[in-house]
């Protein structure tokens, strides 16, 4: 799972001089192998380790995962800041962790 | 799909979709993880299958006894008659596992959603969260056909043997030696890797396409037929827990139409656990 920072402010209040940390992973080849664990799995653990206004960038290029992407965060309340093609075309969502875990 | 050996065995989503509301027909979700799948959505009408609860024995290492079997099918509201609609979650590994099991008890009408849950949903095709619910069925199941299924004497004995071939459905990772236990499934594990010695490795995934449907007859054949399984000889399919090696059963029996092949569903987690056999490590995957 990569992490980077961005300066946080705009969007729900975040204060400007603090920064959130942007983790980001990538979901291609999930489930290929039987050797990792689930697609969905893989994201509930990494939104689990985000601190309160961490943000999560999943890239799920197949539409199953990014399916059950939406619907795990829609059942937990979780916000999703974007959904939509990436810039290689795939989709990316973005989580917002409000309260730090789901 | 029709040059298949049984082709009536495989529906395509747009005939699961146009039977969603058949009364002979019971759409059945499989599931590693109902709640990565099943529970966030499902196909319309479709009653949830756990493969864990639902096809295992409840104590001891084993698919589901007969009486098991019976009561799940009574309680989806399923007779002997009814055409079952398989798929699933994990690129339909565990509804093959499913199937193999619904085999071995002799259900007539079984069926696969070809592509499965991901094609499914990459078409865009109607999803539901509402829970079937179905009349209780009274069934009646033969004895198992012990035919499809190979324990671990089976294949010892069998080792060596020119008319047998056996075929490693793992990753060649696997296969290889330099995976014995994925720390993610923790049941799954094996006190020593590599693969049972004479063994071939032809990963599952090597019989689909990019959209999880079937290749082509064709190129089945050629992809067995190249390491030399064929369907001259008995071949016994293994992975790690025996799911995986189903979908590769089922491929084998009903697409290519091999005449005898069986699942040793034991696989490398038992036979990398048990003491005394024999294991072959780091050989050349052609």
């Known amino acids: 799972m990569g992490q980077r920072r961005r300066r946080a402010g705009g969007e729900g209040g975040g204060n400007l001089l603090s920064t959130t940390r942007i983790h980001s992973i990538d979901l291609s080849g999930a489930e290929d192998l039987c050797t990792e664990p689930g697609a969905l799995e893989r994201v509930r653990r990494a939104y689990a380790a985000l601190g309160p206004g961490d943000r999560l960038d999943v890239r799920a290029p197949v539409a199953e995962h990014a399916f059950a992407v939406r619907a795990w965060a829609r059942k937990n309340a979780i916000r999703v800041v974007e959904d939509g093609p990436g810039p290689d075309g795939a989709t990316r969502l973005v989580l917002e962790a409000v309260h730090g875990q789901a | ?286």
């Not at chain 2, 085999?103 to 499914?120: A, F, M, S």
Request: aromatic content about 12%.
């Open chain 2, 1 to 286: 799909m029709s040059d298949y050996a049984h082709p009536e065995v495989l529906v395509t989503t747009a005939w699961a979709e146009d039977h969603l509301n058949d009364p002979a027909v019971r759409i059945l979700e499989v599931d590693y993880d109902p709640s990565s799948a099943y529970e966030l959505g499902h196909i319309p009408g479709a009653a949830l299958v756990d493969w864990k609860k639902d096809i295992n024995h409840a104590t001891r290492r084993d698919i589901l006894p007969r009486e098991q079997f019976e009561r799940l099918m009574g309680r989806l509201g399923a007779t002997p008659d009814t055409t079952l609609i398989l798929y699933g979650d994990m690129r339909n590994w565990f509804a093959a596992f499913a199937f193999w099991t619904f085999k071995i008890y002799g259900h007539e009408d079984v069926r696969l959603i070809n592509g499965g849950r991901r094609k499914w949903i990459e078409e865009g095709r109607p999803i539901s969260e509402e829970i079937p619910s179905f009349s209780a069925a009274q069934y009646s199941a033969p004895e198992a056909n012990g035919g499809l299924r190979s324990f671990l004497p089976d294949v010892r004995q069998i080792l060596g043997r020119d008319d047998f071939r056996l075929v490693d459905v793992r990753s060649p990772a696997e296969y290889k030696g330099e995976i014995a236990a994925p720390p993610e499934y923790a049941t799954e594990g094996a006190q020593r890797s590599g693969h049972i010695p004479g063994a071939v490795n032809i990963p599952w995934a090597q019989a689909i396409l990019e959209d999880d449907t079937f290749k082509p007859v064709e190129q089945l054949r050629e992809l067995y037929g190249a390491q030399g399984v064929t369907p001259e000889a008995s071949v016994i399919a293994y992975c790690r827990i025996g799911e995986r090696s189903s979908h590769t059963w089922f491929v084998l029996t009903y697409l290519l139409g091999y005449p005898v092949v069986t699942n040793y569903d034991g696989s490398w987690s038992e036979w990398g656990n048990a003491v005394g056999v024999p294991v072959e490590k780091e050989a050349a995957i052609s």
